[in-house]
């Protein structure tokens, strides 16, 4: 599974979007792009994936370069609740989830 | 809610002791993962099953074992503890065996004294 790279921290206002980069210059063709988020010391939260397109859903948008290298998960209006380490992982149909180190995001008021 | 469910919460134990953590996966999930969380490994998989049977494993150790039930719930083992056992355990589900889109439970927060 390809390794990902995310810086280690970021701040975002309170109702700002959150953009949370994360390169993933060796994957290859089948790999997905998976975002998970822990907030504090609960379970991981799946938040959306992603292969080539653009994707949606109640809580994000996941944002995927044409060359697939790097993407950016789009919280687009923070709130004080998505204070959290999120975790961008790459990996192919029937592979592990492997958790890096992820981003932690503090949303400030 | 996620809709898997953990217990115990928290377990406080000691040295050499050996205890039993029980997972319940989400409903129609057939595959249960099981991850360990400590300050300096960060979250480690250890083991998966689907249906029953032993589907993939990670860095699971020697002293830990884990069974999947008929009615899918799940047991992860852990004996001979050591200090170095403490930490969260998470359990995961998803409703094939390729480990696609997994939701996790609250944990398990193991304290070995």
């Known amino acids: 599974d390809a390794k990902t790279t995310q810086p280690p921290s970021m701040d975002c206002a309170e109702g700002r979007a959150a953009n949370l980069p994360c390169n993933h210059s060796t994957i290859s063709g089948n790999e997905y792009v998976y975002w998970y988020r822990q907030i504090h010391s609960q379970g991981p939260q799946y938040i959306i994936h992603?292969?080539?397109n653009n994707e949606t859903n109640e809580m994000a948008s996941l944002i995927i370069t044409e060359d697939r290298k790097s993407s950016t998960l789009i919280l687009p209006h923070a709130t004080l609740r998505d204070t959290a380490v999120y975790y961008c992982?790459?990996?192919?149909?029937?592979?592990?989830?492997?958790f890096g180190q992820g981003t932690e995001l503090s949303v400030k008021p | 809610d996620s809709g898997v469910t953990q217990t115990p919460k928290h377990l406080i134990t000691a040295t050499g002791q050996r205890v039993t953590l029980r997972c319940s996966p989400r409903s129609g999930d057939l595959s249960v993962y099981w991850y360990q969380q400590s300050l300096d490994q960060g979250l480690q998989f250890l083991i998966q099953y689907y249906n029953g049977e032993e589907r993939a494993k990670g860095n699971i150790l020697e002293r830990f074992s884990a069974q999947q039930f008929p009615d899918l719930h799940s047991e992860l083992n852990l004996s001979s503890l050591e200090l170095g056992d403490s930490a969260l355990y998470f359990c995961?589900?998803?409703?094939?065996?390729?480990?696609?889109?997994?939701?996790f439970g609250p944990g398990t927060r193991l304290l070995v004294l």
């Open positions: 995961a589900s998803s409703e094939g065996p390729y480990q696609e889109t997994q939701y």
């Open positions: 992982i790459v990996r192919g149909a029937g592979g592990k989830l492997i």
């Open positions: 992603g292969l080539k």
